[in-house]
């Protein structure tokens, strides 16, 4: 199985910060990564897909990049409605694997 | 307006049995694979099963396989999972997911049913 590795596991921000947020694979994955925000008590919200592509409806302050094993969403500008849990997900193989989460503190 | 409705989850003893159920509806649900992942109390989201639209590719977790069934009904524009052998571990929420392309990202999800297993 692809192991996903987040990093920060938290990270403290305030309104206004560029917020960069790491995700590595255990393997290669080519750009089959997707990024999720979830908010307490919520279903995850798909925010950026193939690495880099911004999901229909999401702020443009999101951005995903990378390639391979290493990734990075970041958020420029953070707003307080950004203030949540962030997810990477691998699509390259089944079983599909998750980050461990990096929650967005104020 | 596109959307996902889960139900049928509850408080069932170790070793019972429970089937979730996934009302879709605002797309044409014959043409997505479709997914279920679930999040234990305060922990992070784990991916438990896939179903292709025609139900020819079908996978599982690890932590799941050999107890849980996933199945889909197109012409109820429906998703299953039975879920056997139910364990204190299956404790969570758990949300049925739409994919979008063949390496499968989750597009739209479910608000989730709560799955409790407890003695």
């Known amino acids: 199985d692809i192991q996903m590795t987040q990093s920060p596991s938290s990270v403290s921000a305030s309104v206004g910060d560029r917020v960069t947020i790491t995700c590595r694979a255990s393997q290669a994955i080519s750009t089959w990564l997707a990024w999720y925000q979830q908010k307490p008590g919520r279903a995850p919200k798909l925010l950026i897909y193939a690495a880099s592509n911004l999901q229909s409806g999401v702020p443009s302050r999101f951005s995903g990049s990378g390639s391979g094993a290493d990734f990075t969403l970041t958020i420029s500008g953070l707003q307080p409605e950004d203030f949540a849990t962030y997810y990477c997900q691998q699509a390259n193989t089944f079983p599909l694997t998750f980050g461990g989460g990096t929650k967005v503190e104020i | 307006e596109v959307q996902l409705v889960e139900s049928g989850g509850g408080l069932v003893k170790p070793g019972g049995s429970l089937r979730l159920s996934c009302a879709a509806s605002?797309?044409?649900?014959?043409?997505?694979?479709m997914n279920w992942v679930r999040q234990a109390p305060g922990k992070g989201l784990e991916w438990v099963s896939s179903i292709k639209s025609d139900s020819s590719d079908i996978y599982y977790a690890d932590s799941v396989k050999g107890r849980f069934t996933v199945s889909r009904d197109n012409a109820k524009n429906s998703l299953f999972l039975q879920m056997n052998s139910l364990r204190d571990e299956d404790t969570a929420v758990y949300y049925c997911a739409r994919a979008r392309f063949s390496r499968p990202c989750l597009d739209v999800w479910g608000h989730g049913t709560t799955v409790t297993v407890s003695s």
């Open positions: 605002g797309f044409t649900f014959s043409g997505y694979r």
